[in-house]
């Protein structure tokens, strides 16, 4: 019987600025995604850090958890699926949990993903079937993200492909939707 479990995805935006990180996940916004595994009703979760201005004029990250349209916009530009959500409450609680690091120097919303998904991957009961390691996880991503810049999937050469972003399952090791 096909699994109909919720799925967790990382997800890469456009994001304005210069890059500072050596291997350059800055490039992009770093985010969680969970939703269904049939998107019928197109709506899931976004989970990540965001930028901030604090009450003293100074950059700070918060915390976003939010309803999300799982349709394709000009800001996302891939998701990667990483796992096969067993606990949906129990991923929504390990992912508040996540520390926000203000007090860490060049901190940002890639080191929320990374340290969510090592929060996951030690929990062990809230993901089942699953790829939650970090090194992998960018890689396939980046990997991912960078073939869809080399079709010309983000510059307007290419019209887009329809209303769903372009996802590749890491678990099944293919692309699902170009």
């Given at each position: 019987?096909?699994?109909?479990?919720?799925?967790?995805?990382?997800?890469?935006?456009?994001?304005?600025?210069?890059?500072?990180?050596?291997?350059?996940?800055?490039?992009?916004?770093?985010?969680?995604?969970?939703?269904?595994?049939?998107?019928?009703?197109?709506?899931?979760?976004?989970?990540?850090?965001?930028?901030?201005?604090?009450?003293?004029?100074?950059?700070?990250?918060?915390?976003e958890?939010?309803?999300?349209?799982?349709?394709?916009?000009?800001?996302?530009?891939?998701?990667?699926?990483?796992?096969?959500?067993?606990?949906?409450?129990?991923?929504?609680?390990?992912?508040?949990?996540?520390?926000?690091?203000?007090?860490?120097?060049?901190?940002?919303?890639?080191?929320?993903?990374?340290?969510?998904?090592?929060?996951?991957?030690?929990?062990?009961?809230?993901?089942?079937?699953?790829e939650?390691?970090?090194?992998?996880?960018?890689?396939?991503?980046?990997?991912?993200?960078?073939?869809?810049?080399?079709?010309?999937?983000?510059?307007?050469?290419?019209?887009?492909?329809?209303?769903?972003?372009?996802?590749?399952?890491?678990?099944?090791?293919?692309?699902?939707?170009?």
């Open positions: 019987m096909p699994s109909g479990k919720n799925r967790l995805y990382v997800a890469l935006y456009a994001r304005g600025g210069k890059p500072k990180m050596p291997t350059l996940e800055d490039t992009y916004h770093w985010a969680l995604i969970t939703g269904p595994k049939h998107e019928d009703n197109r709506e899931g979760w976004r989970f990540h850090a965001i930028s901030t201005i604090k009450s003293d004029s100074t950059q700070g990250w918060q915390f958890e939010m309803k999300t349209r799982l349709i394709a916009t000009r800001m996302l530009l891939v998701r990667v699926c990483i796992g096969k959500i067993e606990k949906d409450d129990r991923v929504r609680s390990i992912l508040r949990s996540v520390p926000i690091r203000d007090d860490t120097e060049n901190w940002n919303c890639v080191y929320w993903v990374k340290e969510a998904l090592q929060l996951l991957k030690a929990d062990g009961r809230a993901i089942g079937t699953g939650l390691d970090w090194v992998l996880v960018r890689d396939t991503a980046m990997a991912y993200v960078k073939q869809k810049r080399d079709e010309h999937r983000f510059d307007g050469q290419v019209s887009m492909y329809g209303d769903r972003p372009p996802t590749y399952d890491l678990l099944e090791g293919r692309e699902k939707i170009p």
